[in-house]
């Protein structure tokens, strides 16, 4: 299993990089979310480190490694977190996250099934399946600011924890245990990451 690629983008398209590794070239699929913020990530000798998600896709007779890129541990969780949906594979995730992952996880919390059918390839009974499956689970992601997101993990307290997620969505420090200190004053009873940062991005959006 491929986690992860390091190599000079010998060729860039619409959705992929050609990414040279000592000779050897990778083809290596990136969804439009991922892709807006490949520049700025880009080193001056341009070479980039992705995240992949490695899978075979089986075609009739053949088996094809495919490689799908992102810059950050966060949109990799956003995209395997959206494969979950019943009908939406590895290939239709990569054509339907072509707006900024915020945007699609605010749009899911808010059962907002106008937005999500104007994602390629998202019909109306589509829409309600991603609404079904995954409002209020994708919280965390609503708080995205931009692509320059790395995550890291410890094990920490559930407050601890949901303040390395802020930290890495690039929230200043302050900003951040402010938020945190709000929900637990509130809800006193949160007893996982998930959950906390989920009440976060709610009570952020209702600008509290």
Do not use: W
């Amino acid at each position: 299993m491929i986690s992860g690629i390091t190599g000079k983008v010998l060729e860039k398209g619409l959705n992929y990089l050609v990414l040279d590794l000592c000779g050897l070239s990778y083809e290596v699929l990136i969804p439009t979310c991922v892709m807006q913020g490949l520049d700025k990530s880009m080193a001056g000798d341009g070479k980039i480190s992705l995240l992949t998600y490695h899978y075979h896709q089986v075609d009739q007779a053949k088996s094809i490694p495919v490689l799908i890129g992102f810059l950050s541990q966060v949109e990799k969780d956003f995209f395997e977190i959206f494969i979950t949906v019943s009908g939406i594979g590895p290939r239709g995730a990569l054509k339907a996250l072509n707006k900024p992952i915020s945007l699609i996880a605010k749009a899911i919390d808010e059962g907002d099934l106008v937005f999500l059918k104007s994602l390629p390839g998202i019909g109306e009974q589509r829409a309600k399946e991603i609404v079904a499956k995954l409002q209020n689970k994708v919280g965390k992601f609503g708080l995205i600011k931009d692509c320059g997101i790395q995550e890291k993990t410890a094990c920490k307290d559930i407050s601890e924890e949901a303040l390395d997620v802020l930290l890495q969505l690039e929230y200043k420090k302050s900003e951040a245990l402010g938020m945190i200190k709000k929900v637990l004053e509130i809800n006193s009873g949160v007893s996982t990451t998930e959950e906390l940062l989920n009440l976060v991005y709610k009570q952020k959006r209702a600008g509290r």
